[in-house]
């Protein structure tokens, strides 16, 4: 009798603590209605479509932008035939690419208040004296300036390069030279066969003599 009082008690017992789990269940546990966070799900911001951080852009346009004493700038005409440039030349003419077609052409487009200008004229004047027996000519473009400035430039730095005037920007426009200095190489067909802007030294100058002397040895 005493064991069966027993087994009746522990069957109760076990229904009890059943009972109490359910009902701490239901009014404790999740509601079996909502589906469970996963630990794999993305961050609130990404799983509503909004960027994340590291996909924003780093700052800036986007546009390309010469790199500074490196040469190297985006397709400025390059493989392209050279714009039309004409201009008043310092001292009295003219200078008229298209007149000098049939001979490699070196054009830098400059200001008299650009420090890499002062540092490359005598680079070029030294390529100019060198390679003027193979038909080179060296011509710089001075930007909205006045004769008499581009000439004291000139002079001050020994220079006998033949000087343009670009005194209302048409030429700059055309050419799209804004890094200035702005370099163009053209060949004897007058195609621009490189470029370089804001600031280069003399390799990338034997860069851009290489392409329009061929068959010379060019060196710094």
Do not use: C
Not at 134 to 140: C, K, M, T, Y
Not at 171 to 197: C, E, R
């Amino acid at each position: 009798m005493a064991s069966r009082l027993s087994i009746a008690a522990g069957l109760v017992a076990g229904v009890i603590v059943a009972l109490v789990l359910l009902v701490a269940f239901i009014f404790v546990g999740p509601d079996p209605g909502q589906p469970r966070a996963s630990a794999s799900a993305p961050p609130a911001a990404e799983a509503s479509g909004a960027p994340s951080p590291s996909a924003l852009p780093s700052g800036g346009s986007g546009s390309p932008v010469a790199s500074g004493g490196s040469g190297e700038v985006p397709n400025f005409h390059v493989g392209e035939p050279a714009p039309s440039l004409i201009v008043p030349q310092v001292g009295g003419g003219t200078i008229d690419l298209a007149v000098l077609k049939g001979q490699p052409v070196w054009i830098n487009f400059m200001q008299t208040t650009s420090e890499p200008s002062k540092v490359e004229f005598p680079l070029m004047q030294g390529f100019s004296d060198r390679y003027t027996e193979q038909g080179l000519v060296v011509i710089a473009i001075d930007i909205r300036e006045d004769e008499e400035t581009v000439l004291a430039f000139a002079q001050g730095l020994n220079s006998t390069l033949p000087l343009g005037l670009d005194t209302d920007g048409a030429a700059q426009q055309a050419w799209g030279a804004f890094a200035l200095p702005m370099h163009y190489w053209i060949d004897k067909d007058g195609i621009v066969q490189d470029a370089a802007s804001d600031g280069i030294g003399a390799e990338t100058m034997v860069r851009g003599l290489t392409k329009i002397l061929p068959g010379v040895e060019v060196t710094p």
